[in-house]
């Protein structure tokens, strides 16, 4: 409904685009609402899906480029995923930078559990450091969404530095239905 239009019209161009196409939707009282399109594997919402990805990624972007995607042989898991970005103290205006992060590896070892970095780098000591304003991604799978994202929520909890935010309603919606 949101999507095919702007397929559509791109068919119509004659542009031939070879990729991954993200649709930012915001859900409202009046039903989903389009916000953006990305071209981008860095959000959130992809690594959400990659995580359930069970087959190697190498290969369906190989077909991708190559425009064979229909023959590859691309899985998922049929588990819940929940991310769960960690951002600066300031995010999105101006957001602080230099903080030593801690717990990434403790986070990372939970079962189910993955963080993929973002706003990081290494300081000359050899630290971890806020380096942007959304640093980490905290992913989680589990059999339901209440168990991806408690999983999510306890990596989370894991990592801490000084100014550390995130949102407390990631998946809640989800649960009330």
């Not at 399109?37 to 972007?61: H, K, M, W």
């Not at 929520?153 to 239905?177: F, N």
Request: charged letters at 20%.
């Amino acid at each position: 409904l949101l999507v095919r239009p702007m397929l559509h019209e791109m068919l119509r161009r004659g542009i031939s685009f070879r990729g991954v196409i993200f649709a930012g939707l915001m859900l409202t009282k009046t039903g989903p609402q389009l916000i953006e399109y990305n071209v981008r594997f860095g959000d959130p919402e992809a690594q959400a899906l990659l995580i359930r990805l069970t087959s190697d990624l190498l290969p369906a972007l190989k077909a991708l480029a190559d425009g064979t995607l229909e023959t590859a042989s691309i899985t998922f898991s049929d588990k819940a995923a929940v991310s769960l970005v960690m951002a600066a103290e300031g995010y999105p205006e101006k957001p602080v930078t230099g903080a030593v992060i801690s717990g990434v590896g403790a986070a990372a070892a939970l079962e189910g559990v993955q963080v993929f970095q973002a706003g990081t780098k290494t300081n000359d000591e050899g630290d971890l450091v806020v380096a942007g304003g959304r640093v980490l991604s905290v992913c989680a799978l589990g059999d339901t969404v209440r168990e991806a994202r408690d999983k999510a929520y306890a990596g989370v909890k894991k990592i801490s530095w000084k100014g550390a935010q995130w949102r407390t309603d990631i998946g809640a919606r989800a649960l009330e239905s």
